[in-house]
């Protein structure tokens, strides 16, 4: 399962892309509000460093401005998903630009119908949010596995991005039903090193190293 990071922080995803963890990154306005950036400026930044896919996301709600959004984000770099989002609108846009051979992001999917459609519009990415679906009772893990089945019954190639992760759980759980990506904010990514058992583990060999008087260095 790739590792995409869910943010617009600079310094956050160039740590975690030195460590080999970053396959791509996502962004939205959301994000992009957080990080005080202006758009274009922080996206060029960080398709600068990171080889893998760059989602950036249109904000125009109607088809002929989606299209032209999108095709002035995918100037910034060869590696932008212009990502749009699961409306009637963000459908043309997504198969206009994906004709036009732009990686396109489909995002804010919350059914399999509407995952659906997104294959047939020739998404690169689906992006169900599982996050948003627990917090009102739905089970997330469930879309995941829903999209997966629907994807290998017909063969469609558009990548499963799992979005809106909020645990470690979510992410082990992804990869288990076989999402093809999971997005994650960096401290869902660092959270993945803890376990209780680590630290009381190190913590032992710690108190029996001091103990031995040696030293490796
Ligand atoms: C995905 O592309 C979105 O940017 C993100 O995962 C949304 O997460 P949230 O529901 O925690 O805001």
């Known amino acids: 399962?790739?590792?995409?990071?869910?943010?617009?922080?600079?310094?956050?995803?160039?740590?975690?892309?030195?460590?080999?963890?970053?396959?791509?990154?996502?962004?939205?306005?959301?994000?992009?509000?957080?990080?005080?950036?202006?758009?274009?400026?922080?996206?060029?930044?960080?398709?600068?460093?990171?080889?893998?896919?760059?989602s950036a996301e249109v904000v125009a709600l109607k088809a002929d401005e989606m299209i032209a959004e999108g095709r002035k984000l995918a100037e910034i770099a060869p590696n932008i998903a212009v990502k749009v989002p699961l409306t009637w609108d963000g459908l043309k846009t997504c198969k206009v630009l994906s004709d036009e051979g732009h990686m396109v992001n489909v995002t804010l999917c919350f059914s399999a119908n509407q995952a659906l459609l997104a294959a047939k519009a020739g998404a690169t990415f689906i992006s169900p949010f599982i996050g948003r679906l627990d917090d009102i009772n739905l089970d997330g893990m469930d879309l995941i596995a829903d999209i997966r089945a629907i994807y290998d019954n017909y063969g469609f190639e558009t990548q499963i991005l799992a979005a809106s992760i909020r645990t470690a759980n979510h992410v082990a759980q992804c990869a288990l039903v076989g999402a093809d990506v999971m997005t994650a904010p960096p401290s869902v990514i660092k959270s993945l090193a803890n376990h209780v058992l680590t630290d009381k583990g190190l913590d032992q060999f710690m108190k029996d190293w001091a103990k031995t008087g040696q030293k490796i260095i």
């Open 1 to 54: 399962m790739k590792f995409f990071v869910d943010t617009a922080d600079v310094d956050a995803i160039r740590e975690l892309n030195d460590l080999g963890m970053v396959d791509g990154v996502t962004t939205n306005p959301s994000l992009i509000l957080k990080s005080g950036r202006d758009i274009l400026e922080v996206t060029k930044e960080i398709c600068s460093f990171v080889s893998g896919p760059v």
